[in-house]
């Protein structure tokens, strides 16, 4: 699931549980009408906090886990202001073939090259200078690797991030991933 949380309906709608970004959050993350009603409670006692922080933080505890991960592509567009709200947070950003991507986007969306490259170059914009580096907070991990060598590109991933090897994070569940 990717929350998308930089669009108005979870960043600055977090509070109409109808709207269907929201909707799709509350059923992914299994929350029910008490839970959704003290996350809010805890966003309005704490204005400045994102909402998507508060519910991955509640998600994370309920589950026993000390942090959260999150996915959504797009979210590299805000590389700055992430790190602005969470100095410890880490990139990881899955690269892949552009004319893969182009033929993607073509078959989804049915948008021209131009079209294309114009969303890529602004997606990219905020990560510029970081593109073919690694640092601290940044690292790619090229598409092809993670598929073609799961485990050795995952053991660079849990190292990255400072997490213990578990062998679990190299199995593809091809199941799971059927028809999307």
């Known amino acids: 699931?990717?929350?998308?949380?930089?669009e108005d309906a979870v960043r600055e709608h977090w509070d109409d549980p109808g709207s269907r970004r929201?909707?799709?959050?509350?059923?992914?993350?299994?929350?029910?009408?008490?839970?959704?009603?003290?996350l809010c409670a805890a966003k309005r006692a704490d204005p400045g906090r994102e909402f998507i922080d508060i519910v991955l933080d509640h998600c994370a505890r309920r589950g026993g886990k000390p942090r959260w991960a999150e996915k959504t592509p797009g979210n590299m567009r805000h590389y700055h202001l992430i790190r602005t709200q969470w100095p410890g947070a880490?990139?990881?950003?899955?690269?892949?073939?552009?004319?893969?991507?182009c033929a993607s986007w073509k078959t989804r969306r049915g948008d021209d090259l131009?079209?294309?490259?114009?969303?890529?170059?602004?997606?990219?914009?905020?990560?510029?200078?970081?593109l073919g580096t690694r640092t601290e907070s940044y690292m790619e991990l090229d598409h092809d690797v993670?598929?073609?060598d799961p485990e050795g590109a995952m053991r660079r991933v849990t190292e990255f991030a400072d997490l213990p090897w578990d062998p679990a994070c190299a199995r593809l569940d091809l199941e799971a991933t059927h028809g999307e």
């Open 1 to 6: 699931f990717e929350t998308h949380w930089y």
């Open 22 to 38: 929201m909707t799709y959050l509350l059923r992914f993350f299994d929350l029910d009408d008490a839970a959704y009603r003290s």
């Open 114 to 130: 131009d079209t294309f490259l114009a969303a890529a170059q602004a997606a990219y914009a905020d990560i510029a200078p970081l």
């Open 146 to 148: 993670l598929v073609t």
């Open 90 to 101: 880490r990139l990881v950003h899955v690269t892949r073939e552009f004319k893969d991507c």
